[in-house]
């Protein structure tokens, strides 16, 4: 068959988000309104998954693709993907029209059905995903928006039960998203068998891990589970309804398609092919763990005085029969069509009679205020529909033929059986013991339910709000009851139409469930066991109530929640301890940097002088009179004075920004850039005429002369510099608006040369003429090549002297406006990508330790 291209999935998906903005003014305007919304859209929602049916029947698989987002959603729709899509939206037509009485007297109801909406467009778009990333993408908005669902009440429960489920949604998040790299990195992304290539076995054990603890979070997976039970009794019921009756399904269909597509070898490949051993190991895993989440749900439901709670703790033991049906499914290849198809039935079963129980305790705490089962009772006179609602859900849990439940436990309970003949020892005898035992516990904690509730002596005199539901509420219980009664009565409906025909789209055999319905249906063993087993359950109810056994509470440290609060707050400390000392490290390190830097530019400072020392030496020759001597050493202080008016100049400009009242001194930079060159170019041009005049006084006067001239010069530097700094913040916008500074650079030159000249003993001033004006400070000469040549090593002389960052043509084009600007935009830009490169390094590390994993296995 080929795939039929379908706008179906996109409008199952796309309808209710579109839908919930509209529930705000519709709630506003009219809440009658906004309840037949309400109910249409979820109508429509159930139309379209029952519209899948024939398509998938007639075509086998259809798809549809959303190219709008990166990447693109991509969904295909097979037999299991729209089954599960059709009880879903089920389950939520008929919680959304019970929802309309019970939450009429309770506040936030526009954000309620919103929520509610969102959530459902969410886990229509997990079960019909088409790849891994369209299946995480709505995995996550669907734990992300049903935050809202269970922090609904508002109350400090509440709260705490809503954030202990959003931080084990997102660690679980960044499990399945590390999986789904994994998966990715070996194949295309899609819910197809992967190709692993030679030496990629450990790539396929970490991503299996990675998935199962992904998918097993939302499921309620042991020991995954501890958000559960808190999450339910605090959610109003109708979202109880949903969490436990749908959303965790999301993970169980997670789970089942890991088993049945991913980690599968490719359509056709023969069972005897060791390919399929990862696959079959990977179902006895499954067991396990199913066993073990049966075992403790069952158990920690007995001891439960809260109706909701216990039926919390049983939504995850109920999560243990689906596991142990899709993992002997897996485990027994071609012979395990009947593990698979009661796995994927029970799922049904249980999305139906869960929900319908939550309900109808929800009507209890609704009329009552009370949900301990120890003291409520006598409700069955007080509300006998719901009474006998109850007994139908009831009947269906505990397996009791000929209710849905009985079908999908014993093609479990065969399947299990079927794998222990497999296997042969005793491990899995012992798990089927513990099957039957669950089985027990689950019928006693029903008796417990039904007993102290409705048959029990009532405990309290019950006033006249005491009642039956409202019309709306058990029109929703009863539908949910019917298809409870009719796939215990036809279960080839589901097992022939929808599972059977989607296990030969994958090429699995399928013979088994039509050996189970032509032979083992309401055969007289099962029914004979399932009688047994409730007499057990009776039992056990009878034994624990008389002796208080279920009243017992285990050590605290025995808490898997506890545990999980300690290597929480373990981690914080440990995380907050590693934050104090990366602190300090980076205190050390960044005092560490700056002493390097000051050395290093001490260093340099000094190799800087030598260089021009051993320059001069080599123009000049050693230094072989005290006046040659005493000019090098003055000439190292004339520089300094250079490069401290050139600063003075920036810092002046900085200075008048902060004084004006600038928002931001950062915006005078480019100003001050031109600034800086403008000072450091009559910086410049003064060190060479203060050296020049204090060579010529040395040669006429001797060295006594110079040391009297250059105390005479330092007394004129603060001045100058304060001159050369007011003229350079003049003179700076121009220069930044790229105009040149030459005609105004001499002007200012010229006085500030004339006035240091001046300030020399007449004694020792040079030559008349030798400075004319000031405007010059070197001798005139006509014009020739020696002349020329001269002057050109003077340049050359010149420029070795000063340091690059100190040279008039660095400077201009770092103050450029064109690089200043740039330099901004590329600090925005590594601003702005920051956040980028922190989630990719936390992806980084996820597939890391990913990696890491399947090494080590």
């Known amino acids: 068959m080929m795939l039929q291209a379908s706008v179906l999935p996109l409008l199952l998906v796309a309808g209710p988000p579109l839908a919930a903005l509209a529930l705000g003014p519709l709630g506003r305007r009219s809440e009658a309104v906004r309840d037949v919304f309400m109910v249409a859209v979820t109508a429509l929602a159930l139309l379209g998954a029952a519209a899948l049916v024939p398509l998938v029947t007639a075509h086998g698989a259809i798809h549809a693709e959303w190219p709008l987002l990166p990447g693109g959603l991509v969904f295909k729709v097979d037999h299991f993907g729209a089954l599960f899509a059709l ?71 509440a709260k705490r039960a809503a954030v202990q489920y959003f931080w084990m949604t997102l660690l679980g998040g960044f499990a399945l998203l590390a999986g ?118 069952v158990v920690l439901a007995l001891g439960q005085r809260n109706a909701k709670r216990m039926l919390a703790y049983h939504s995850i033991s109920q999560v243990g029969f ?177 599972i059977a025909p989607g296990l030969a789209w994958w090429s699995m055999p399928h013979a088994a469930i039509d050996h189970y319905l032509a032979h083992y249906y309401l055969a007289p063993r099962d029914v004979l066991t399932a009688f047994a087993t409730f007499g057990l359950g009776a039992a056990i109810f009878a034994i624990g109530t008389r002796m208080g056994v279920f009243h017992l509470r285990g050590p605290r ?5 506890r545990a999980y609060g300690a290597i929480a707050r373990g981690s914080v400390r440990a995380c907050v301890g590693t934050a104090f000392v990366y602190a300090r490290f980076q205190h050390r390190l960044a005092w560490s940097l700056r002493e390097i830097r000051r050395l290093l530019w001490q260093v340099a400072h000094q190799a800087g002088q030598a260089r021009r020392r051993f320059v001069e030496t080599v123009l000049a020759g050693v230094a072989a009179t005290a006046e040659q001597a005493f000019l090098e050493s003055a000439w190292l202080l004339l520089d300094e004075e250079r490069v401290a008016t050139t600063n003075a100049a920036a810092s002046r400009l900085l200075e008048q920004a902060r004084t004006d009242g600038a928002a931001s001194p950062v915006r005078a930079v480019p100003p001050m850039e031109s600034a800086r060159a403008i000072a450091g170019l009559l910086a410049g041009a003064l060190f060479e005429a203060r050296l020049a005049l204090l060579r010529r006084i040395g040669d006429a006067h001797g060295a006594a002369a110079q040391h009297t001239a250059l105390d005479a010069l330092y007394r004129e530097f603060p001045a100058t510099r304060a001159a050369i700094a007011a003229a350079a913040a003049e003179l700076a916008p121009a220069h930044d608006a790229g105009e040149p500074p030459g005609p105004e650079v001499a002007s200012i030159l010229g006085p500030l040369l004339t006035r240091e000249r ?92 990913a990696l890491w994993l399947g090494r080590s296995g």
């Open 87 to 157: 009880f879903s939206a089920f389950v939520w037509f008929c919680a959304t029209l019970y929802s309309l009485g019970y939450l009429r007297a309770q506040p936030r109801r526009n954000r309620f059905h919103a929520a509610s909406l969102v959530v459902l467009a969410a886990n229509l778009g997990v079960v019909l995903a088409g790849n891994l990333v369209t299946l995480f993408v709505f995995f996550e908005l669907l734990g992300l928006v049903a935050f809202l669902l269970v922090v609904h009440a508002g109350t400090a429960e």
């Open 557 to 561: 440290w025995m808490s898997v929640a």
């Open 180 to 297: 789904v790299m994994i998966i990715v990195t070996m194949g295309d992304g899609t819910l197809t068998p992967i190709h692993v290539e030679e030496g990629q076995s450990g790539l396929r054990s970490a991503a299996a891990v990675l998935l199962l603890i992904g998918f097993g979070v939302k499921a309620g997976m042991v020991p995954l589970h501890v958000w559960l039970p808190n999450a339910h009794p605090v959610a109003p019921s109708p979202a109880s309804a949903l969490l436990s009756g749908v959303m965790i399904k999301a993970g169980a269909y997670g789970i089942f398609r890991c088993l049945s597509t991913l980690f599968r070898p490719g359509v056709g490949t023969d069972f005897a092919d060791p390919a399929w051993q990862f696959s079959s190991v990977l179902g006895l895993a499954v067991v396990w763990l199913g066993i073990l989440t049966m075992a403790v749900g």
């Open 758 to 849: 001046l300030a020399v003993p007449a004694a020792w001033h040079p030559a008349p003429g030798a400075i004319e004006d000031g405007s010059a400070d070197v001798p005139q000469l006509e014009f020739s090549l020696a002349a020329w040549l001269l002057d050109i090593g003077r340049l050359a002389l010149s420029q070795l002297r000063q340091p690059l960052s100190a040279r008039s043509s660095a400077e201009t084009l770092d103050a450029q406006p064109g690089i200043v600007f740039a330099r901004r935009k590329i600090q925005r830009y590594g601003r702005d990508i920051s956040l980028n490169v922190a989630t990719m390094f936390v992806l980084l590390v996820l597939l890391a330790g």
């Open 322 to 498: 689906i596991l142990v049906g899709i993992g002997a499914g897996a485990y027994l290849l071609e012979d395990g069509a009947m593990g698979t198809a009661g796995g994927l039935l029970h799922t049904v079963n249980h999305a139906l009679f869960k929900a319908l129980l939550f309900l109808g305790v929800g009507v209890v705490s609704l009329r009552t205020g009370q949900l301990d089962m120890y003291a409520l009772g006598g409700l069955w006179r007080r509300m006998p529909v719901t009474f006998a609602l109850m007994l139908v859900a009831a009947a269906g849990i505990t397996g009791l033929p000929p209710f849905n439940g009985f079908v999908s436990k014993c093609l479990v309970h065969h399947a299990l059986v079927a794998a222990q003949a497999a296997q042969g020892g005793i491990a899995l005898r012992l798990a089927e013991g513990v099957y039957l035992l669950v089985c027990a516990g689950t019928v006693a904690s029903f008796i417990k339910l039904i007993g102290l509730v409705f048959v029990a002596p009532a405990r309290t005199r019950w006033g006249a709000e005491v009642r039956e539901a409202s019309p709306g509420m058990l029109v929703a219980m009863t539908l949910l009851a019917c298809p409870v009664i009719l796939l215990g009565l036809r279960p080839e409906l589901l097992l022939k139409g929808m």
